[in-house]
């Protein structure tokens, strides 16, 4: 009669990795919504397009490693690095963009480093900034919201859009970014910019039709689905609070001290908290744990580089929206970050 | 380092510590019923070492006749504990056998034919032990063979051996564990003997005030303790009882010196540092035993739990029953099916695997949990780590439980050293969390083996460069000395020389001397000669 050996402890948590992250992309799912009512169909076809790629890179990557096949998605990270690049990029974007970035995202700063777990850039990010410096007009040419456009898409123009650059009547991408007034529209964070770069005030900038509801059409209520996605995680004990928490603060803090001084040249920390990527960023991104720093007070640290870097590229760099360089710049940073936050352990000076 | 707060503690302030979890606790399972006395076995297996530190030395010889209470082993000049014969009977054997250890591996046992008489060896008990001296007690506790009961295993009477200022003496009936309820059934059942063992324990330390923390989930024993100190108003001004809100691992003796006191026991110190010391609510018991009524530790209380156990409860089981016996006796029926069923000694979170049933109970077993495969799911293949940190928010040592699993498995031992590894109390919470299923524990316990190993093959090697250079230097030294003996040897002869000659005797340098003078006479004499034949030739020939 043998019995089993096994390691202490015999009881364990019943969740697992795999339900970790089915979490994380169920958040989403608002943010997906609130993204297909005003930017139209061509998420769902980004989404689409980068699980693919992630499935076959996945797959192929545990076939090169000599491992079965049937565990690609076994912790369903990659099923996570994919939704959140397609719903990064312009939903319009060609094919190949996607197929790009997420293959990058997974066979080289995924794998390469030794797959999940073991890589220092957040793969999504990096494979975003891979994609914004090798395709920036790609990357740049964000649809404008279906309330605004002449043209509403249906899902089979969305398809050729994607698939080859036209619709189905023939309108090119650049065509149907066009307004009413037949004026090509940026995001409201690119318009700002631009017009500050013009010499406009702030408020004068803002009289354009892309700031018509708060925080800009669409992009405002875009963030405050992701913060809805992301108050779940918080909730659900899948994310801590100190990431988010600390990038909304280290955004907020200095870009109100700035618009506070020169309100009539800067973004308004409203303007900054809902619009363009923060809260995706905050919630999703940014709390990405593999990449981020280790401790709690190391994370909340972490998250406060992330904010401050937003708000420095945004208003001072060349890049209208800064969370993908930001994260990456903070991923750097972790290994100092984790040494000055190491917490003190029992009994090392604390209560003694 | 400041004085303990000692108002805020009298105020019955409670504090915290970081971290810990709250996994299903499942103690309905076993604490329903009384402790019922399990029937005495057939043989009993005594391994003499069931206690941290070394073994006695053995005291019969195979075939021997012995009785129950009786001496098998004496406590040797290393510090050792006695075990007792657990109930009367005939040595069958002395050998190795195997143990409760998670190695798996055989020690020395002591095995006995039991005769079923259970005829005692005589004892001798003190009701008035307040007449006995520190020394005398210590003395009695150490010769009842009694081992901290709450899982360590320490010999209680080297703990009070330690002489120093005690703010407080902590009884420890937390019990924080799942499923494990021998303490709550002993505290419901004998809380008299566990003040009367307390009052001992505070009179040995020379400690007057004491604290008994039981768990919040054991109401029962709180509602027993309260009513016999509020009838016993000398004792409650010296004794008082702590309620301790339900966390893993409350018990722990770290976690819960800072839950009482406020508190942290100095890394690699003891909590004696802090003026504190800690017994088990079922070493209390066994210490009142002791001295009251004289009866050596042989026998303790095993919680028998889990799902495939038809009696699940708690026994009174002499020490050496072979784990079958008890099982057999509590209905266990193994699970059939793939996944092969687990006999754990201890609990969940910190109890280890059986291989087999032969085993003994010992002084540190306080439980048996035979889980289904539903209560307890087999451990699932192990994931990389994500970094989630869920480790670190439960890690009651607040260590970085993911950064001391990529340094292990780097075998970084630095690294390890530096995230404070020897600080981790293995309680197992970090584990329990991970959504990879890492056996971080396990992975920890065998870099501090490691570590262990290093620290050992260093120190021999330290020991055999130092024999190395002092026989190097000896041989020097024997060299230098060699040496100078014979300078010593070459100047004594000189001077004695000398001393002859001054006394008159022939002085063997004049011996020289002269010899040179007559070789030297003799060169001259010859030159003289060949000269004198030149010159002579010379003539002729001109």
């Not at chain 1, 720093?293 to 929206?321: C, E, H, Q």
């Not at chain 2, 609990?347 to 085993?359: E, T």
């Amino acid at each position: 009669m043998t019995f089993k050996i096994a390691a202490s402890p015999h009881a364990h948590q019943r969740r697992t990795t795999t339900q970790v992250m089915r979490w994380v992309y169920l958040a989403v799912i608002p943010g997906i919504l609130v993204h297909s009512y005003f930017f139209g169909l061509g998420i769902f076809l980004q989404l689409l397009l980068a699980l693919l790629t992630a499935w076959i890179c996945e797959a192929a990557v545990m076939r090169v490693r000599g491992r079965s096949v049937a565990s690609a998605w076994q912790d369903h990270t990659a099923i996570v690095t994919a939704v959140l690049l397609a719903i990064s990029i312009p939903s319009l974007a060609p094919w190949w963009i996607i197929v790009i970035g997420t293959a990058f995202a997974i066979l080289v700063v995924k794998h390469v480093y030794g797959g999940v777990g073991q890589n220092l850039f957040n793969p999504a990010m990096a494979g975003y900034v891979l994609l914004l410096v090798s395709f920036p007009v790609q990357m740049t040419s964000w649809p404008i919201p279906q309330q605004l456009a002449q043209l509403q898409l249906s899902l089979a123009d969305t398809w050729q859009l994607i698939s080859s650059g036209y619709s189905q009547a023939g309108y090119s991408l650049e065509q149907l970014r066009s307004g009413i007034d037949g004026v090509t529209m940026a995001t409201p964070l690119d318009s700002l910019r631009t017009d500050l770069s013009h010499q406009l005030t702030t408020a004068e900038a803002l009289q354009k039709p892309i700031f018509g509801s708060f925080a800009g059409v669409g992009w405002g209520y875009l963030n405050l689905a992701f913060l809805l996605g992301g108050l779940v995680l918080i909730y659900q004990r899948i994310i801590s609070w100190h990431i988010p928490a600390g990038v909304l603060l280290g955004l907020t803090v200095p870009a109100t001290l700035l618009w506070l001084f020169n309100p009539d040249q800067s973004i308004s920390p409203w303007l900054h908290l809902m619009s363009g990527a923060t809260m995706l960023g905050a919630f999703f991104i940014a709390t990405d744990p593999v990449t981020a720093a280790t401790s709690n007070k190391g994370r909340f640290i972490f998250g406060l580089i992330i904010g401050a870097l937003v708000m420095v590229i945004r208003t001072w760099g060349g890049y209208p929206d800064a969370v993908a360089f930001a994260v990456l710049l903070a991923n750097m940073a972790v290994p100092v970050i984790d040494k000055y936050s190491q917490p003190l352990a029992y009994g090392h000076g604390g209560r003694t | 380092m400041s004085a303990i707060n000692i108002s805020a503690i009298e105020a019955g302030q409670l504090w915290s510590f970081h971290g810990g979890i709250h996994p299903p606790e499942r103690k309905q399972l076993s604490n329903q019923t009384p402790i019922q006395t399990l029937p005495l076995s057939k043989t009993f297996v005594v391994p003499v070492k069931q206690h941290s530190g070394n073994s006695g030395e053995i005291l019969v010889a195979v075939g021997d006749d012995v009785r129950a209470g009786q001496p098998l082993t004496q406590p040797g000049l290393q510090r050792g504990l006695p075990v007792h014969a657990p109930t009367s009977g005939t040595v069958l054997a002395i050998d190795e056998q195997p143990i409760a250890h998670p190695s798996g591996l055989t020690d020395l046992t002591i095995t006995l034919a039991a005769d079923g008489q259970d005829a005692w060896y005589p004892t001798t008990p003190c009701p008035d032990y307040q007449q006995l001296s520190r020394a005398e007690l210590l003395e009695r506790i150490q010769a009842a063979g009694i081992a901290g009961l709450g899982g360590a295993g320490f010999p209680s009477a080297q703990k009070l051996a330690l002489q120093r200022p005690l703010e407080y003496l902590i009884i420890n009936g937390v019990e924080c564990e799942p499923y494990i309820t021998a303490d709550d059934r002993l505290m419901r059942e004998h809380a008299a003997e566990i003040i009367s063992g307390t009052e001992i324990l505070m009179q040995v330390s020379g400690c007057n005030k004491a604290l008994i923390a039981i768990e919040e989930n054991k109401p029962e024993a709180i509602a027993i303790f309260t009513q016999l100190l509020s009838e016993r108003a000398a004792t409650a001004s010296r004794i008082a009882l702590r309620q301790v809100p339900v966390k893993y691992p409350s018990g722990g003796e770290k976690q819960l010196i800072e839950i009482l006191t406020g508190r942290q026991v100095p890394s690699r110190g003891l909590p004696i540092d802090v003026g504190l010391l800690m017994h088990n609510v079922g070493t209390a018991f066994a210490i009142h035993q002791a001295i009251v009524l004289g009866i050596p530790l042989i026998q303790r209380v095993v919680t028998v739990t889990g799902e495939q156990v038809d009696k699940p409860g708690n026994y009174w089981v002499r020490l050496g029953t072979p784990v079958a016996d008890l099982l057999a006796y509590a209905g266990f029926h193994e699970t059939t099916g793939k996944a092969a069923q687990r006999v754990i000694m201890g609990g969940p979170m910190m109890g280890f695997a059986l291989a087999n049933l032969q085993v003994p109970v010992v002084k540190i077993t306080n439980c048996l949990l035979l889980p289904s495969t539903t209560e307890l799911a087999p451990a699932q293949q192990e994931m990389n780590c994500i970094r989630c940190g869920a480790c670190a928010d439960v890690c009651p040592a607040q260590l970085l439980p993911q950064q001391l699993q990529w340094l292990a498995k780097a075998k970084d031992y630095d690294g390890l050293e530096q995230q404070n590894l020897f600080d981790c109390i293995e309680c197992g919470a970090c584990a329990y969390v991970c959504p990879s299923e890492i056996p971080l524990v396990h992975y920890y316990r065998k870099a501090k083996a490691e570590i262990r190993n290093i620290a050992r093959e260093k120190a021999k090697a330290e020991i055999a460069r130092e024999r190395f250079e002092a026989r190097q230097e000896r041989l020097e030294r024997e060299k230098q000395e060699r040496l100078e003996r014979h300078r010593q040897a070459a100047e004594a002869r000189k001077a004695a020389q000398a001393e002859a000659v001054a006394a008159g005797a022939d002085n063997p340098q004049d011996a020289v001397q002269a010899a040179i003078a007559r070789a030297k006479a003799r060169k001259a004499a010859q030159a003289a000669a060949a000269a004198k034949a030149n010159d002579s030739a010379e003539g002729e020939s001109s």
